[in-house]
């Protein structure tokens, strides 16, 4: 199917295939296949750990930070953030220029991010070994889960394939958003402002329902 008859498909799928090789060993191999495009492939295996530290540095930064962000929370996050970006880029020399297969994928890949599926496929227990949504280009800072038009992972062997909507079919979504600071916190409107943004480009090929559900004021 072509992408004209389905605009909301992306042209390209890249999909990441972790597997553990031993204690903090892994090797990931990358496949980018779409539409108009030679199938591609690279393979990379590498050491890769984080510290205790570093996991509860990641979950202080998306949890805590974000209700109290005040001083010394605002330093704190610097130097997370410093961090993040270390090893996002790790991740993205160790695919990407560990090769000279990797390094020819993302010469392909990088032009067209912007409508690119990118899969991990992972086991269970090893999901969370590797956070492949930090992973980002050193050269422009580009992170690939923000760049890309989806970023999913997968499970190797699931029950059953997704059944995705036809451009025909309407789209149902439930909008869940909390506001735990009430009136105080960013209005439900602006959470969903990039949802209804980007649905307001593909009417034209399909109709949405959008239902928001949110906690009642205690006003």
Same mark, same amino acid.
């Given at each position: 199917?072509?992408?004209?008859?389905?605009?909301?498909?992306?042209?390209?799928?890249?999909?990441?295939?972790?597997?553990?090789?031993?204690?903090?060993?892994? +090797?990931?191999?990358?496949?980018?296949?779409?539409?108009?495009?030679?199938? !591609?492939?690279?393979?990379? !295996?590498?050491?890769?750990?984080? /510290?205790?530290?570093?996991?509860?540095?990641?979950?202080?930064?998306?949890?805590?930070?974000? !209700?109290?962000?005040?001083?010394?929370?605002?330093?704190?996050?610097?130097?997370?953030?410093?961090?993040?970006?270390?090893?996002? /880029?790790?991740?993205?020399?160790?695919?990407?220029?560990?090769?000279?297969?990797?390094?020819?994928?993302?010469?392909?890949?990088?032009?067209?991010?912007?409508?690119?599926?990118?899969?991990?496929?992972?086991?269970?227990?090893?999901?969370?070994?590797?956070?492949?949504?930090?992973?980002?280009?050193?050269?422009?800072?580009?992170?690939?889960?923000?760049?890309?038009?989806?970023?999913? +992972?997968?499970?190797?062997?699931?029950?059953?394939?997704? !059944?995705?909507?036809?451009?025909?079919?309407?789209?149902?979504?439930?909008?869940?958003?909390? +506001?735990?600071?009430?009136?105080?916190?960013?209005?439900?409107?602006?959470?969903?402002?990039?949802?209804?943004?980007?649905?307001? /480009?593909?009417?034209?090929?399909?109709?949405?329902? /959008?239902?928001?559900?949110?906690?009642?004021?205690?006003?």
């Amino acid at each position: 199917m072509s992408s004209d008859s389905n605009p909301a498909q992306p042209s390209a799928t890249l999909r990441l295939t972790q597997i553990s090789m031993g204690q903090d060993q892994y +090797r990931v191999e990358a496949a980018l296949e779409g539409e108009g495009l030679a199938r !591609q492939t690279a393979a990379a !295996q590498f050491e890769f750990k984080l /510290t205790p530290q570093d996991r509860e540095d990641l979950r202080w930064y998306l949890e805590d930070y974000l !209700q109290y962000p005040l001083e010394p929370a605002p330093t704190i996050a610097a130097r997370v953030e410093q961090r993040m970006a270390g090893i996002g /880029t790790e991740l993205f020399r160790a695919l990407f220029q560990s090769s000279d297969d990797g390094r020819d994928l993302w010469a392909t890949l990088r032009t067209r991010l912007d409508d690119t599926r990118v899969e991990v496929v992972a086991e269970v227990r090893e999901a969370a070994a590797i956070p492949w949504e930090l992973t980002r280009d050193p050269k422009t800072g580009a992170v690939l889960a923000l760049r890309a038009r989806a970023f999913v +992972r997968t499970h190797p062997q699931p029950a059953q394939s997704p !059944q995705l909507p036809q451009a025909s079919v309407p789209i149902r979504i439930l909008l869940v958003i909390c +506001r735990p600071g009430g009136d105080d916190d960013v209005p439900f409107r602006s959470v969903a402002s990039r949802l209804v943004k980007s649905l307001a /480009t593909r009417r034209a090929a399909c109709s949405t329902w /959008t239902c928001c559900a949110r906690r009642p004021s205690s006003s």
